[in-house]
Antibody, heavy 118, light 110 residues
């Protein structure tokens, strides 16, 4: 059974940092593109970042470029999102997703809530 | 990376069919056959319903179908059921190796 479990969310101050993790199981992690998609409270979905199966190509939305860094450890079946220079508008539930290509998201985790507030 | 345009809400009665539109540009919906649709029930994670414009993942009911014409994609749900009541989001691959979502449509089954 496919499972992805996000962790690392919580409260951060504006300008602060957080590191999200996503532990995957039930599929060949190293064969899939993995991405982060977020949803602000009461709002719609927003793609944040993706990384190819080998981890050598990364993709970012303009809204987080230069502030967030995506990475993966295929030996530990884990995806990461390092979030720096956090802003209030980064407050959202962050979902870990998988897909064969960076064209859609075929499985979603339950999400982890990030709140940026002073 | 502008959001795709969806109607805020649609409604239908059980057994009826509804269609949700998703309008983009030639840089996203119109330029690639990589439109996908997601269903999200309150408090739950989204679920993939359609990918590559019209393909259904295993386990998704054939009451759900997708299509595209020009810069507009559509999701049709036939034989509406009460459990179809949810928010629906479209997404498209876009130029510069990015993905863009629509603003979401709330489906009410009357």
């Amino acid at each position: 059974e496919v499972q992805v479990l996000e962790s690392g969310g919580g409260l951060a101050q504006p300008g602060g940092s957080l590191r999200l993790s996503c532990a995957a199981s039930g599929f060949i992690f190293s064969s899939y593109v993995v991405s982060w998609v977020r949803q602000a409270p009461g709002k719609g979905l927003e793609w944040v970042s993706g990384i190819n199966s080998g981890g050598d190509t990364t993709y970012y939305a303009d809204s987080v470029k230069g502030r967030f860094t995506i990475s993966r450890d295929n030996s530990k079946n884990t995806l990461f999102l390092q979030m720096n220079s956090l802003r209030a508008e980064d407050t959202a539930v962050y979902y870990c997703t998988k897909s064969p290509m960076l064209t859609h998201f075929d499985y979603w985790g339950q999400g982890t809530l990030v709140t940026v507030s002073s | 990376q502008s959001a795709l345009t969806q109607p805020a809400s649609v409604s239908g009665s059980p057994g009826q069919s509804i269609t949700i539109s998703c309008t983009g540009t030639s840089s996203d919906v119109g330029g690639y056959n990589y439109v996908s649709w997601y269903q999200q029930h309150p408090g739950k994670a989204p679920k993939l319903m359609i990918y590559d414009v019209s393909k259904r993942p295993s386990g998704v009911s054939n009451r759900f179908s997708g299509s595209k014409s020009g810069n507009t994609a559509s999701l049709t749900i036939s034989g509406l059921q009460t459990e179809d009541e949810a928010d629906y989001y479209c997404s498209s691959y876009a130029s510069s190796a990015s993905l863009v979502f629509g603003g979401g449509t709330k489906l009410t089954v009357l």
